[in-house]
């Protein structure tokens, strides 16, 4: 069974750039598995942030990007900022059927 | 605008049945795939269920199948899905998206969710 992993917890200090990672239990992502990216706040539906990788969805600011780094893809938030604070869901898709979501990275800005 | 939203959850004794309702408005429903993606209380996302735009194929996650069953009326521009012997676990939020394929693989659309509570 395919797991996707996810760093469980990061922090980053506000004006500060984080990179979360999203990795295969088995392999290595890339552009293939068109990874996405959601962010969620507690008590919100999630909001998609990235698709196919690198592409912003409409209206995220370009402080969020999206890539591939080694055998992971990654989300790099830059110049973060108080309301950054979430949760963020990798989802690869899986040719053979659905998608898979990965466990998630609770992000605190302090 | 683009509208996904989510209807029918509430608080149901284990082993009974429920259907959720997903109406979506401001596009052209029939042309789109849909999932179901559920959240349990303090825990990540998981899918549960995936419907093509025609209603001819679909899957489910290892821990519904069997129990879930996902369809759509095109012609109603809403999506369901029945919940039968409801347990514990069964207990989340319940989300419908949007799903964009083929060249791009992701869900754009998100509602706000509809919650089940499976108690006694």
């Known amino acids: 069974q395919t797991v996707v992993t996810q760093e469980p917890s990061f922090s980053v200090s506000p004006g500060g750039t984080v990179t979360l990672t999203c990795g295969l239990s088995s392999g290595s992502v890339s552009t293939n598995y068109y990874p996405s990216w959601y962010q969620q706040t507690p008590g919100q539906a999630p909001r998609t942030l990235i698709y196919s990788t690198n592409i912003r969805s409409s209206g995220v600011p370009d402080r969020f990007s999206g890539s591939i780094l080694g055998n992971k893809a990654a989300l790099t938030i830059a110049g973060a900022q108080a309301d950054d604070e979430s949760d963020y869901y990798c989802v690869l898709f899986m040719d053979s059927g659905p998608v898979v979501f990965g466990g998630g990275t609770k992000l605190t800005v302090l | 605008q683009v509208q996904l939203v989510e209807s029918g959850g509430g608080v149901v004794q284990p082993g009974r049945s429920l259907r959720l309702s997903c109406a979506a408005s401001?596009?052209?429903?029939?042309?789109?795939?849909m999932y179901w993606v559920r959240q349990a209380p303090g825990k990540g996302l998981e899918w549960v269920a995936l419907?093509?735009?025609?209603?001819?194929?679909?899957y489910y996650a290892d821990s519904v199948k069997g129990r879930f069953t996902i369809s759509r009326d095109n012609s109603k521009n809403t999506l369901f899905l029945q919940i039968n012997s409801l347990r514990a676990e069964d207990t989340a939020v319940y989300y419908c998206a949007r799903w964009v394929g083929p060249n791009n693989y992701y869900m754009d659309v998100w509602g706000k969710g509809t919650t089940v509570t499976v108690s006694s």
């Open positions: 419907i093509s735009y025609d209603g001819s194929n679909y």
């Open positions: 401001g596009f052209t429903f029939r042309n789109y795939g």
